[in-house]
């Protein structure tokens, strides 16, 4: 199989611990893009928050892809085009603040290019410290929730949400897609709208079947776009039973997973070919 198309989660996937892509991953990804495969970054993190890992990967010169807020957002990075987006009302993100205060767990939400809650919080600044972004603390949640968001996510610790997280996919399954990207972030947006289902737009854009797509991610926010592609890859630190519905398990994050999986099925492909 010729793939045409490899789809990165970021954290603990594309990353290392330390928030950085490895000289070795980085050059593999580097060579798939000279020979026109497209690289599109997928995350649940905001674009802004993705920006300079698409940089670093020079995906604005070969026509590559940002995938963000779990799918909310499509962006091409070689012409700024917007080519997919999905919001929440801010009928919606207001009850699902409601619910937070029923939980008694977090919330956050981004306006503009800020994180927005009302209460300051270790999960919180852990978003910020990942996405970039700056926390604004504001009295009204709801009142400063005035324009639709991409997406908010309830956050606090991972014992406490995954009660949460099971309780609300029931009850909310019909107006959101409810997923936990981190232990500590269980993040909603639209209903319908995953990593897999975004992906699915994206290569009818391209022209490309999912059969010659290769999705990496470590987490549950990226089991859709792992089920829906070609050959679907678990991280080797993904929990077991993401690597039990993936085609195949790579490495880790920090021991060259994506690059070892690049070189495998799409640089040595073309040597052999």
Known sequence: MTYKMIV?????TLLRDDQTISPRTKQALMDAQEIGVKVVLASGRPTYGMKHIAEELSLSKYGS???SFNGGKIINCQTTE?????????ENVHNLYEISRREDVFIHTYVGDEIIT????????????LTGLPITLVEQFKEAVYEPVVKALMVDEPEKLKVVETKLQEELSHKFSV???KPYFLEFTEQGVTKGTSLN???QVCGIKREEVIAIGDSYNDLAMIEFAGLGVAMGNAPDDIKAVANYVTDSNMNDGVAKV??????????TA
Request: charged share 30%.
């Open 179 to 181: 997923m936990r990207s």
């Open 201 to 203: 737009h994206l290569i």
């Open 8 to 12: 990165l989660d970021l954290d603990d």
């Open 65 to 67: 892809y940002i995938l």
């Open 118 to 129: 009302e209460d300051e919080n270790p999960f919180t600044t852990i978003e910020s410290e």
């Open 82 to 90: 917007e080519i997919f987006s999905s919001t929440l009302s801010c």
């Open 262 to 271: 690049v070189d495998e099925f799409v640089l040595k492909q073309l040597v």
